[in-house]
Structure formats: C-alpha cells, structure tokens
C-alpha cells in the first residue's frame, strides 16, 4: 500500500494537473494557438511523470523491499517482475 506521506505527496500532485488539464480544455474550447496547448499537454505529461516516480519510489521503498528481506522466493520473483514489466512497459 502506499504510504501516508505518498498519498498526500500524490494527491496535491494530481490535483494540480486536474486543474492543468481544464485549463487546456478551455483552451482548446477557446481556440488558443495550437504551440500554446501542446506546451502545456507536454507540461501534464511531466508533471503526471513526476507523479509516476514518487508512487514508484514508494513501491520499491515499501513492498519489493518487504519481498527482498523475506523468504518467499515467487515473492521476490514477483515482484521484480512488476518491476520489469512496468519499466519496460509490458502489459501484466
């Protein structure tokens, strides 16, 4: 599970790109220059990145750790497998 301090780390994150995403909404709606929305598109996809990396972080810190110290070796196999195929981008 991710932790307390992640969660509220996570949650003002998203909701700051909430608000970025009806923001370009508008934009779109309003018609604003085509360069001006992709820039802030691409400023979404940072930020929701940056979002990625602290869960990340978190998950590694918290439960591939907990797997490593133990003895169930699926578990640990598990687990760096997740690792794997969400690095690498495979679908589980």
Known sequence: ???????????????RIEGQVRGVARMVDEGRYCIDVVRQVQAIKAALSA???VILEDHIGTCV???????NVG???????????VLGGKKR
């Open 65 to 71: 750790e907990d797997a490593l110290k133990g003895d």
């Open 75 to 85: 578990k640990r196999r598990e687990k760096v497998e997740e690792l794997v195929a």
């Open 1 to 15: 599970m991710i932790t307390p301090e992640t969660k509220l780390a996570a949650a003002k994150r998203l909701a």
């Open 51 to 53: 979002v990625e990396t």
